[in-house]
């Protein structure tokens, strides 16, 4: 058979490509149009998820509620697409999460023509800057290009078109007469198609509200913004105390927001820093105020009790308040102790006597800069470190149906028991008197009156009988107008014992130690540094606890474990941090010395509080149950405590409980308590 010229291959062959053809443009047009709009949609949805997660870390800004306190907060910066077996994707679209102008003091929010009244008018009667900012989160998508730029600022999430703003959590910060006013520090600026994890923490919140009145004209609060007056609602509110609001461009794109209040109000302000990323800034003393008017009215010799406040800028307890130092000084009469150190409320209390001889108005004067500074004769009370506190001093009223003997008024007061055995009183009479239960079976307390009353009768009483009495509750002053008793004590305690004659009296503080076998806390812990790795955290930071404890006993001691619960403020761990050696005392989270047996326990990468270690079982290394002999102390070491980014925190005044179990040699068991708040 003939094949030559056979063509009717042809056709099959035309009709492949043909196909092919076909597959390759509609895998074209999938690839052109299906595949992008798919991959928008991915974008799209992603956004909607990345808006919710800028709302949780709006909500997270706003609603601190304590100074230290932290959230972390994930984002989803961005996003992937789905695996696809033909079609080819773009890259993965990434995001960005930033903030703007938080570290530049050019943008700023200031309040303006404000008054308060009493010595806080001292810091607030003038205008404040406060550095503030923004979070932005711009995306990156390949497909979704009308996507918004999402920002947080002054209390508000928005989103941000090319034509327009979508609020989407309105203002908080003013609220008919309560202004509550957050500024946001620090720096972040991260971008990722991943997620990224943002800390955010409560420099200073408010524990005060400060009362402003309108200081001649309205006051206004001023702020950078990133959208105009046109967008910030204030006025649509039927009680809204806002009269105005304006905004003017700025040469930076920014725009210059004024919000104006209405006249003849009195505002309650409330103020809070948060921080975010790296850079935040503590913030230091700034004022110094008093708790009330800070009048008084006082009888000769009678006493009271002033207080004061040191605040920040924010008008709450500064960082720093532990190593402020309040000085006073009375031209008249006379304060107990004349420097103080506030507590962590920023409460700085003297005692105050008022004089035996004088009347009329005395003013003491307080400073935080130095004492020079409150005796000086040029001491000016309306500076910011400066206070002072009026005490109008009145005589007594004679009372001619006393019963005392004297022939007018007169005032009690205890007299320094200091110089018998077991018996110190370091601040005098006016302080905390130590009687040592282990050193005397008694001790005489002697009370005088001032003028000298003779013949007077005289009463003792105490608030608590279990830790003490008196052997003799009444007595007659001498020629001297002084009588004695004797106070035995019973147990470990801290009491107060009162002695009064005619229509005075006077109190006496006293803590009784050493009279059961016990462990004995000695109040001694301090704050100490310990040695960190370099290039790790900060060597200079006081994060470690060092302490003694007496043991009473009549026989030796060994400790078998130690519980330490979570201190005040952001301390949520406790580890050392350091490498080899880790048998050392401060290389280790808990070192106690003794005179038998030392013991420690170093456990890889720290505990996190509260943690129960056991001493010769606990960690990698570890050494025997630390034993004392009796009448000896315990020395303990806990290093360091850190917050939950692995950063040392200064723990002087912080507060928390160690508690000791212990085990004597006949075998008994127990367990001691002990509060420790070191200086």
Not at 521 to 546: C, K, L, Q, W
Request: hydrophobic letters at 30%; proline letters at 4%.
């Amino acid at each position: 058979m003939d094949f030559v010229g056979d063509e009717r291959a042809q056709s099959v062959q035309i009709g492949a490509v043909l196909l092919f053809a076909v597959l390759v443009v509609a895998f074209s047009s999938y690839q052109a149009f299906v595949i992008p709009e798919q991959n928008r949609e991915v974008e799209f949805n992603h956004n909607q998820q990345v808006q919710s997660q800028m709302q949780d870390l709006r909500n997270a800004i706003v609603s601190m509620s304590t100074a230290g306190d932290t959230r972390a907060i994930s984002i989803q910066l961005g996003t992937r697409y789905p695996s696809r077996a033909v079609a080819v994707n773009p890259g993965p679209a990434a995001g960005s999460l930033r903030t703007v102008g938080t570290t530049d003091p050019t943008v700023k929010l200031t309040i303006s023509n404000a008054s308060a009244s009493g010595e806080t008018g001292d810091y607030w009667n003038t205008t404040h800057h406060y550095n503030t900012g923004a979070i932005r989160y711009d995306p990156g998508y390949n497909r979704y290009t009308q996507a918004p730029t999402t920002v947080y600022e002054h209390t508000v999430l928005y989103n941000r078109f090319s034509g327009a703003n979508l609020t989407l959590a309105n203002q908080t910060f003013i609220n008919g007469t309560d202004i509550s006013l957050v500024t946001l520090n620090g720096s972040l600026a991260r971008t990722s198609s991943a997620s990224t994890s943002v800390d955010v923490r409560s420099v200073t919140v408010s524990t005060q509200e400060v009362r402003l009145d309108d200081a001649g004209s309205n006051i206004t609060i001023s702020f950078l913004s990133l959208r105009s007056a046109t967008y910030w609602e204030f006025l649509n509110d039927t009680q809204s105390t806002v009269t105005d609001i304006r905004s003017s461009p700025t040469a930076s794109g920014l725009h210059n927001v004024t919000v104006e209040l209405a006249r003849d109000e009195t505002y309650t302000l409330h103020m809070m820093k948060v921080g975010v990323g790296t850079q935040v800034t503590e913030e230091n003393t700034a004022y110094l105020t008093t708790s009330d008017d800070g009048r008084y009215s006082l009888t000769q010799t009678e006493r009271t009790e002033l207080t004061l406040e040191v605040r920040d800028r924010f008008n709450n307890p500064p960082a720093n308040v532990s190593k402020t130092i309040v000085y006073g000084n009375a031209s008249a009469g006379r304060l107990v102790s004349p420097s103080q150190t506030p507590d962590e409320n920023g409460e700085v209390t003297f005692t105050y006597v008022a004089p035996s001889s004088q009347t009329g108005e005395q003013r003491i004067h307080f400073s935080y800069i130095s004492s020079d500074a409150a005796n000086a004769s040029a001491f000016d009370p309306t500076t910011v470190q400066n206070a002072s506190i009026v005490v109008n001093i009145s005589a007594p009223v004679d009372d001619e149906d006393s019963d005392s003997g004297g022939s007018g008024a007169y005032g009690v007061m205890w007299l320094d028991p200091t110089g018998q055995s077991g018996v110190a009183c370091p601040d005098g009479p006016d302080g905390t008197c130590t009687i040592d239960a282990s050193q005397t079976a008694d001790a005489t307390l002697t009370m005088g009156t001032s003028p000298v009353a003779d013949g007077a009768a005289v009463q003792y009483a105490v608030n608590d009988t279990d830790v003490g009495s008196f052997t003799r509750t009444t007595g007659t002053t001498n020629t001297s107008g002084e009588n004695e008793t004797v106070f035995s004590p019973s147990n470990d305690g801290g009491m107060k014992v009162y002695a009064t004659s005619g229509s005075s009296g006077d109190t006496l503080v006293l803590n009784v130690i050493n009279t059961v076998d016990d462990l004995i806390y000695n109040m001694d812990a301090v704050a100490v540094d310990g040695p960190d790795d370099e290039g790790y955290f900060s060597p200079e930071v006081s994060g470690g606890v060092e302490f003694t404890v007496t043991n009473q006993f009549s026989q030796s001691v060994e400790i078998t474990e130690i519980r330490v619960t979570r201190p005040t403020g952001p301390a949520r761990a406790l580890s050392d941090n350091v490498g080899a050696l880790n048998d050392e005392v401060r290389r280790t989270e808990v070192y106690v010395s003794g005179t038998a047996n030392d013991g420690h326990v170093d456990i890889n990468d720290g505990v996190n509080l509260p943690y129960t270690f056991d001493m010769d079982s606990d960690g990698f290394s570890n050494a025997e149950n630390p034993k004392t002999s009796a009448g000896n102390d315990f020395t303990i070491s806990l290093f360091e405590f850190r917050d939950n980014r692995g950063e040392s925190v200064d723990i002087t005044g912080r507060t928390f409980e160690v508690t000791l179990y212990y085990r004597l040699d006949d075998g008994t068991t127990g367990s001691k308590t002990i509060t420790v708040t070191p200086s």
